[in-house]
């Protein structure tokens, strides 16, 4: 029988969910620790993503090299275990995560769920100087687009733009649907919706059988830092989940999931 304590805390995050559109994230404001939002990510530090245990038996999938899948697999982690909010204090209910992103998400309560998964896409085609075109799209259908070669100051007043006017219902609807068996590091499981979620696998193992495990990224609400969740369904494998592919659902800490909800940029 399914464990039901988790509908006991997710009740009232998900009423108060990532895509609500708050009047905070209407607004055209945002402030990180810098006084800047983060253009660039020092990706060789570590600890980071890669320096994660995998389980006994397994080992990390192969990606190719300035993928951005192997980019999330360079994401430091930071040495302080403590998720914070926006606003400096510490987040409740920390014993859901496994680890903390080393990135800094800003004073105000901008970069949620939705924008934590836009947030490491655009920050990845920024930083590897891609050809291919840094864009959002609304629930209007605006387009807001930011070439890679723009300056710090414009890569950072496109992410104003994009925390303040997109969310996960106008994520949803610019990605493409994947099969959960398809599953690879960069992909999301997203829900759009007011309110809706959304959740980044950021790395993959698998065994000798073929049987593979990935890590979950992701924000919420209100604006915290962007951490590592942990598998509470399966503690023996946590902080990976298992990608069974005769599952319809997958149980994260704070949010229920379909597989049918799996998405790729």
Same mark, same amino acid.
């Given at each position: ?45 570590? @600890?980071?993503? $890669? *320096? ?5 038996? +397994?080992? #990390? ?8 899948? /192997? ?75 930011? @070439?890679?070669? $723009? *300056? ?5 007043? +496109?992410? #104003? ?8 219902? /106008? ?95």
């Amino acid at each position: 029988m399914r464990k039901l304590w988790w509908l006991l805390l997710a009740a009232p995050v998900v009423w108060y969910a990532c895509t609500q559109a708050s009047a905070e994230h209407q607004q055209e404001q945002v402030l990180h620790a810098s006084g800047k939002m983060p253009g660039t990510i020092a990706i060789k530090q570590t @600890p980071n993503i $890669s *320096t994660i245990l995998t389980p006994k038996g +397994f080992q #990390r999938t192969p990606l190719v090299g300035h993928s951005f899948g /192997s980019w999330l697999r360079q994401l430091p982690l930071r040495n302080n275990n403590t998720v914070y909010l926006f606003n400096g204090k510490p987040k409740p209910y920390q014993w859901l995560h496994h680890a903390v992103l080393d990135i800094p998400i800003g004073k105000e309560d901008l970069l949620q769920c939705a924008d934590a998964i836009m947030y490491c896409r655009a920050a990845y085609l920024y930083n590897s100087k891609t050809t291919q075109t840094l864009s959002f799209t609304d629930n209007n259908g605006k387009v807001y687009s930011c @070439p890679s070669t $723009s *300056t710090q100051q414009q890569f950072q007043q +496109f992410l #104003r733009k994009v925390y303040s006017y997109c969310n996960s219902a /106008s994520l949803a609807r610019q990605m493409r649907p994947i099969k959960y068996a398809q599953l690879q590091p960069g992909d999301v499981l997203l829900r759009g919706g007011f309110p809706g979620h959304g959740v980044l696998i950021v790395d993959m193992c698998q065994n000798a059988k073929g049987e593979k495990l990935y890590l979950l990224a992701q924000g919420f609400m209100p604006a915290q830092d962007i951490h590592v969740l942990k598998n509470l369904e399966d503690k023996s494998i946590s902080p990976w989940y298992m990608l069974d592919t005769t599952a319809s659902t997958i149980q994260t800490p704070q949010f229920l999931f379909y597989t049918s909800e799996a998405k790729r940029f």
